[in-house]
């Protein structure tokens, strides 16, 4: 599997896996000595924390992720020649999620096999599409708590990163979502394309609700300003960063929704290799 460069669900419930950029030269040599390179090598997140008491942690295989502990639906990760294509729930069996991809890697499809609250056998699906540059651009998700098929559409800038998430209905565009601005470090998921992809469920089901802004998983770079549509009210947000290494070590995100303020704070803690 290549890593390539390509960020909320019940707020805490994400995930993040980063890696951190080369940085060249910095300059800073003793006097006659000949400049260094200096390089700092990838790495992958171990922690995400939560000031609301949540924390997600990743362990990795050969720089896979093989086991994410805080999802609702899975925690193992299985690979067939470094590709994702079984994802399981250890802790209840009859959970477990079947991957389709296309020949560049992508997940085009994501089958969920479990059990509803009554224990009857439940089946929902996410279809997803993509652009010749590999950015998800429509997703069909079967829902149960839908008569029909959902639909959403994702707009992007220059820089790859997503600007807007539609729904369409009865052939009608209506914007769920809307980023205004992003700063120039690198978003959480640049060097993780499937593992991004994959977490894109709860992007899409959160969007719906709208309760939060996880398009962190398909980003370039990291979201300063955004807007949320609920019906005919909107939500808006403006984070705050700090950065190690190019990337966000920590977030600071202010809401106002009806005028009533609040905020939220997430937290990062890596593993270099």
Not at 139 to 166: H, Q, R, S
Request: hydrophobic share 35%.
């Amino acid at each position: 599997m290549r890593f390539v460069k390509h960020l909320l669900i019940p707020a805490g419930m994400a995930f993040v896996l980063m890696a951190c950029k080369k940085v060249n030269d910095l300059g800073i040599r003793p006097i006659g000595e000949a400049a260094v390179e200096v390089k700092i090598q990838e790495c992958d997140i171990r922690n995400v924390s939560y000031s609301e008491g949540l924390k997600m942690t990743v362990a990795y295989e050969d720089r896979l992720p093989v086991e994410v502990q805080g999802i609702q639906f899975f925690n193992k990760l299985r690979y067939k020649q470094d590709n994702l294509n079984e994802i399981e729930n250890t802790s209840d069996p009859s959970w477990k999620i079947d991957i389709e991809q296309d020949g560049r890697e992508n997940i085009t499809k994501m089958t969920f096999n479990g059990r509803d609250g009554a224990g009857r056998p439940l089946t929902q699906s996410y279809e997803m599409f993509y652009d010749s540059n590999d950015q998800l651009i429509k997703m069909l998700l079967d829902l149960p708590v839908f008569w029909d098929i959902v639909e959403l559409t994702f707009e992007y800038n220059a820089d790859g990163n997503v600007t807007k998430i539609n729904r369409v209905e009865n052939n009608t565009s209506v914007t769920l979502l809307e980023n205004l601005s992003f700063d120039e470090k690198n978003a959480p998921f640049v060097y993780q394309k499937q593992l991004g992809q994959l977490m894109s469920y709860l992007l899409a089901t959160t969007v719906i609700n709208g309760d939060a802004n996880y398009t962190y998983f398909l980003n370039q770079n990291n979201v300063t300003r955004s807007i949320i549509t609920k019906g005919t009210d909107k939500m808006e947000l403006s984070a705050t960063y700090e950065y190690i290494n190019e990337f966000p070590s920590k977030a600071q995100i202010s809401k106002n929704y009806k005028d009533r303020l609040s905020s939220l704070t997430e937290t990062y803690a890596y593993n270099c290799q």
